[in-house]
């Protein structure tokens, strides 16, 4: 029979273990190794206390539900999370005078912003560019019309479809080529938001053809504009981004001028330290955005440069 003790040879000093004894200290040594390494991993008490990273969103005027929306700003703030290690909150409505907020809890480190105009002013105030999607889609403005019925090469403008406008009917329908919209007394621009940046473009394209701008009615949405032209067959010059008006041309309508615009941007403000601008930066450029990348309809992101903004803003201002 084995025994449960091990006995030194007779004369030996050395004390006695039994085999429950050698157990109870093989498990005491490995569970305090593993105590120690939970230690070493544990996070310290002031990363775990760390409040959130905020990160500001700007969509401009959004073709896309709010449901849409909500899964672009999931998707890409958590590329930020991932990136630097910390919890990000993000938030709508982002602007100017929410960037430039003073109190350091509320104090945005990150932004995606779709208006170049505001991207530009961003970059002017310190902020730094991280990555700007890939341009598949020539983002921009556009001016739109519709086909001239039987008339190939014509467009349509004017007439009593105007009223659902608010407008004179008196303004009588006729077929022109494109190149005579201009000065065309029975052209109407149809815009969405007074104010907002495609208004501003396109009253400035129409400038560079006309010495004075036609009427111009005002709805909330780039879907209203095409809405009103497709279902309610008001012949008016709308003005939406590509993102509306690839559906437009599709549907047999006219595209008349494009404006291109820089690209949607991610933005990190000037306090966030290098290292973090590059986690976030290689991190758009990799396989991690692949998510986010799907959400946004983009196929990627480059590095980008500011200057495009810059330019941008100067030719917007001239």
């Avoid at 703030?77 to 430039?100: C, E, G, I």
């Avoid at 939406?240 to 595209?255: D, I, M, Y």
């Avoid at 941007?265 to 000037?270: C, D, G, K, N, S």
């Amino acid at each position: 029979m084995f025994s449960s003790h091990l006995h030194t040879d007779p004369g030996q000093t050395r004390p006695i273990l039994s085999f429950a004894a050698v157990g109870v200290l093989l498990v005491s040594l490995f569970c305090g190794g593993l105590a120690t390494r939970q230690a070493e991993a544990a996070p310290t008490p002031a990363a775990a206390s760390a409040a959130p990273l905020l990160m500001g969103f700007q969509f401009g005027l959004a073709a896309e539900n709010q449901q849409a929306l909500n899964v672009i700003g999931q998707t890409l703030s958590d590329v930020v999370s991932n990136a630097v290690s910390r919890k990000v909150l993000w938030l709508p409505n982002f602007d100017l005078k929410t960037a430039q907020a003073s109190s350091e809890a509320s104090s945005y480190s990150f932004a995606f912003v779709k208006p170049p105009n505001l991207t530009a002013a961003l970059l002017a105030k310190g902020w730094q560019l991280v990555a700007v999607g890939k341009d598949t889609m020539h983002f921009g403005t556009d001016l739109i019309a519709r086909q001239c019925p039987n008339q190939a090469g014509k467009i349509l403008v004017g007439g009593g479809s105007l009223s659902v406008l608010g407008l004179s009917t008196a303004v009588p329908e006729t077929c022109i080529s494109p190149d005579a919209v201009w000065n065309s007394p029975s052209a109407v621009l149809l815009a969405p938001q007074k104010g907002s940046l495609v208004d501003m473009i396109a009253q400035k394209l129409w400038l560079g053809h006309a010495k004075q701008l036609p009427k111009v009615v005002h709805v909330k949405t780039q879907n209203a504009v095409t809405g009103l032209m497709r279902d309610m067959h008001v012949a008016a010059i709308g003005v939406v981004t590509p993102v509306v008006s690839k559906q437009w041309l599709a549907e047999g309508g006219v595209l008349l001028q494009h404006q291109p615009m820089p690209m949607w941007a991610v933005l990190a403000a000037p306090s966030v330290p290098e290292d973090s601008v590059a986690k976030v930066r290689a991190d758009l450029l990799g396989a991690a955005s692949e998510r986010a990348n799907k959400a946004l309809g983009l196929t990627g992101w480059e590095v980008g440069s500011p200057k495009a903004y810059a330019d941008f803003l100067k030719w917007l201002k001239s």
